[in-house]
């Protein structure tokens, strides 16, 4: 690991926990390929058609505690 990355990471530490997740965001997004397209609009058009299943009916919800609970026994 180079020194850099050492004072960055010493840096980021004293950071509040807002400041570090808004360079967390920073970092991820500088991750994304150039070409990767209009991310945010296609997740915009899938949270839509995703709601208007709710609406119509047609999808079937599960509860956060279940799906957690599931998971921790699968985990377990």
Known sequence: MSLNLLELEQ???QLTADERAELA???LVTLEPADSGDIESAWQIEAKSRLA????????L???EDVFDK???QLN
């Open 11 to 13: 840096k980021a530490s």
């Open 25 to 27: 965001l920073f970092l």
């Open 53 to 60: 299943e709710i609406k119509r009916g047609e999808a079937t």
């Open 62 to 64: 599960v509860s956060a």
């Open 71 to 73: 998971l921790h026994r």
